[in-house]
């Protein structure tokens, strides 16, 4: 009995499939047999740590996975840098571009896959973009109607990292702070630091504010990978195993 | 939603709508001329024209990329570059814009292409409406006609290829302009689109469209500030002599 359960594969059940809003059209809900995972948190939470370590253990337990993330749309990702480069995009048409990025990897990557009963891993998701916008003044409701085409995934885990140990992360890492990151755009603060750091803390504040809505877990960012990864994949397990 | 006009701008925006072929881009040309001859300041946008978003969108329609929500998206993005950074502020400096196409072109285009019409609304709710819209109405056939006369070779996405409606890029088409044509009149009245019969003489289409701008605007209020003569500069030999004389020397 118990060598049957260590091979035993475990076939996820069916998820409860709906759209935030209008959702896109034509797509049978019923049909999407994958489940959608998605990892959220700051640039330094260790998000592409977790997801390279939660393929690992998907692709062991016998599941497809396949990842998604922003700015990888065949379709806008190359005008989408080139015009963030030159920091020239006003804030609707910043955040239009990269809702058409999303809907462009929504229908061609995550639906299909889905369909095809894949475990789909996303590097971020609209709640990003939300954030981003939102502390950029742009409206809520506009934004909510805007990714009512986003599916709502099986589950959703915001990597919680203070900024103060964000920006040591950063640094070990590039020896640099990111313009964007920063927020440098939103003229917080010349000293970027200070911009980095105000700028992290309106985030986490407007991530919270979205977690009412739309009741994503929020898991401690600061403990080590493994340790972190195990507590993902017990909750994993659970969304897989359909509770 | 409320008009410039409403929301205190100085400036007024003037949008055309219509389908391919309804003559519509003639007739704001030729507005735009009269306005310009006036000495007033005018500015001219053209649907899909924002240079940053454009490498885009030409690559996605070549490669037929699109599906009806990106197809929504990509242009609401051109027209949010083109909203932000030359219609506003044109129009807070008090200028006449003229749009060829506006927000009731996606309006048209995306619900017949299955986009649910609150969604592409509520996308576009950033986007005062223009203080004048005319609509250029002409015969489906006439439109048809004009195009299918002048460019036998339909895009795809122009064609409404997208939508499956049929395998012959010609009869697709026509039903695609005609589904359009359903949804601008859907909206005529909630938008008080001014409607103008697009299978009369080009001359009598623009003289009713002056009259109406005549009407409704004081145009006197949109001219160009005198600007202060510049400082008379000691007089120096004419430049135009030495145009002459090259001129000459090329005639011989």
Known sequence: ?243 | MKTFAELNFPGRLIAVEGLDGSGKSTQIYLLKRWLELQGLKVYFSEWNSSELVKAATSKAKKRELLTPTTFSLIHATDFADRYERHLVPLLRAGYLVLCDRYIFTAFARDVVRGCPPEWVRGIYNFAALPDLTFFFKADLQVSLQRILDGRPLLKYFEAGMDLRLSTDPYESFRIFQGRILEQYLAMSTEFSFLGIDANELVEKQQGIIRELLAQRLNLTDFRRAERPLPARRPQRPPPAQVLISNREEAVE
């Open chain 1, 1 to 243: 009995m118990k060598r049957l359960l260590q091979n035993h594969i475990v076939v996820p059940g069916p998820s409860r499939r709906r759209f935030y809003g209008h959702g896109i059209p034509n797509v049978e809900l019923d049909q999407l047999a994958g489940k959608l995972i998605v990892v959220e948190g700051a640039d330094g939470s260790g998000r592409s740590t977790q997801i390279a370590l939660l393929v690992e253990w998907l692709e062991g337990c016998g599941h497809a996975t396949v990842q998604v993330g922003l700015k990888r749309s065949t379709l806008v990702s190359e005008e989408l840098e080139n015009a963030q480069e030159g920091n020239i995009l006003s804030r609707t048409t910043l955040s239009l571009f990269y809702a058409t990025d999303f809907a462009d990897q929504l229908e061609n990557i995550i639906l299909p896959a889905l369909k095809a009963g894949f475990v789909v891993l996303a590097d971020r998701y609209i709640y990003t973009l939300m954030a981003r916008d939102m502390v950029r003044g742009m409206d809520e409701a506009w934004l909510k109607n805007l990714y009512g085409i986003a599916l709502e995934p099986d589950a959703v885990f915001y990597l919680n990292v203070a900024p103060e140990e964000l920006v040591q992360r950063s640094f070990a890492k590039n020896s640099a702070l990111d313009y964007w990151e920063s927020g440098m755009d939103l003229g917080l603060s010349r000293d970027m630091f200070d911009s980095f750091m105000k700028y992290q803390v309106l985030m986490q504040k407007t991530f919270r504010h979205l977690q009412t809505t739309y009741g994503f877990t929020i898991v401690d960012g600061l403990r080590s990978a493994d340790a972190l990864n195990a507590d993902l994949r017990k909750k994993i397990s659970a969304v897989l195993a359909g509770k």
